[in-house]
């Protein structure tokens, strides 16, 4: 399990982290969730020692990093898939990792097998894609086969097929009983994957609970109607109070439920072919709710 305490990490007159707190368990996928510049990749390296805080604590089961001999035995992580020496072949990166961390030398064929690099296994990691350091990373954070895993965006490089089989390997690593705690921007692919999530904004938590909770926050969420006289529905909806986007024979409607839809259009003598609530997206919560802690934010395309 990993905890966080009032953890602030602050480099002179920036607060990178701000007093922040939540709790990741394991038997679940917890995506790690924030604007750029929010502070997660600052707070990984707080919990995984390679920074030390101003104040506070972050803990993986109930001590810190830093303190656990042969650290790749209690906690896996892949922080940045370039960060490895280029002259090395995979097998000599991971045996090195083996035999410094006390890991039997075996579990280098069985990892380099797990993440599809066996073939290249002898190969130098100068000659790799993005994607395929992607996969040297993660068999790096699985070769101690530990209860702990922290994933700073994994997907980066990865094909489609390398998307997929990371979902499923994420998945199963959390039924395992572990906990998987993964850091990235793909909203559409911690919606697959993810069961919980923090979200954090300018150092700050914003959220820490459920992904199904979470997506449920967003204000405008719609209800798609299909109908041969749009028109009509939509004037009748508008004088309602509701927003209403027209397409052809088509509405996207907010401020209304699907009940109250329909006795509008019973009302108006209007026929429906559908009326369907959509469901609260992810990407859609997450842009309401972190508006307020981008630092970034881009004009209008011209």
């Known amino acids: 399990m990993i905890e966080v305490s009032e953890l602030t990490k602050r480099y002179g007159d920036t607060t990178a982290v701000r007093a922040l707190s939540f709790t990741v368990r394991p038997g679940h996928v917890t995506g790690f969730l924030g604007p750029n510049g929010a502070g997660k990749t600052t707070t990984l390296r707080l919990l995984l020692g390679l920074n030390t805080p101003t104040s506070g604590t972050a803990t993986i089961g109930g001590r810190e990093f830093g303190a656990a001999r042969r650290g790749l035995r209690h906690?896996?992580?892949?922080?940045?898939?370039?960060?490895?020496?280029?002259?090395?072949?995979?097998?000599?990166?991971?045996?090195?990792?083996?035999?410094?961390?006390?890991?039997?030398?075996?579990?280098?064929?069985?990892?380099?097998?797990?993440?599809?690099?066996?073939?290249?296994?002898?190969?130098?990691?100068?000659?790799?894609?993005?994607?395929?350091?992607?996969?040297?990373?993660?068999?790096?954070?699985?070769?101690?086969?530990?209860?702990?895993?922290?994933?700073?965006?994994?997907?980066?490089?990865l094909?489609?097929?390398?998307?997929?089989?990371?979902?499923?390997?994420?998945?199963?690593?959390?039924?395992?009983?572990?906990?998987?705690?993964?850091?990235?921007?793909?909203?559409?692919?911690?919606?697959?994957?993810?069961?919980?999530?923090?979200?954090?904004?300018?150092?700050?938590?914003?959220?820490?609970?459920?992904?199904?909770?979470f997506a449920a926050r967003a204000t405008r969420q719609g209800v798609r109607v299909r109908t041969r006289d749009p028109g009509r529905l939509a004037a009748a909806l508008r004088a309602d109070g509701a927003?209403?986007?027209?397409?052809?024979?088509?509405?996207?409607?907010?401020?209304?439920?699907?009940?109250?839809?329909?006795?509008?259009?019973?009302?108006?003598?209007?026929?429906l072919s559908e009326l369907a609530p959509q469901k609260a997206s992810l990407e859609q919560a997450f842009m309401e709710l972190t508006a307020d802690s981008v630092d970034y934010l881009a004009g209008e395309p011209r």
Not at 244 to 271: C, D, F, K, N, P
């Open 243 to 271: 927003e209403v986007v027209s397409g052809e024979r088509e509405l996207t409607v907010t401020g209304a439920a699907a009940e109250r839809i329909g006795e509008l259009a019973l009302r108006e003598g209007v026929v």
């Open 75 to 157: 906690v896996g992580a892949l922080l940045d898939a370039q960060d490895v020496h280029g002259g090395r072949t995979a097998r000599a990166h991971l045996k090195a990792l083996a035999a410094s961390n006390g890991i039997a030398r075996r579990r280098v064929g069985e990892v380099l097998g797990e993440v599809g690099l066996g073939e290249v296994a002898a190969r130098r990691i100068g000659g790799f894609s993005l994607g395929m350091k992607q996969r040297l990373g993660i068999a790096a954070a699985l070769l101690g086969d530990p209860s702990v895993l922290v994933f700073d965006e994994p997907l980066n490089g």
């Open 159 to 213: 094909d489609p097929e390398g998307v997929q089989w990371l979902r499923a390997l994420l998945r199963r690593l959390a039924a395992e009983g572990r906990t998987v705690f993964v850091s990235s921007h793909q909203m559409s692919e911690m919606e697959l994957c993810a069961e919980q999530l923090v979200v954090i904004g300018r150092g700050e938590l914003i959220a820490a609970e459920s992904l199904a909770a």
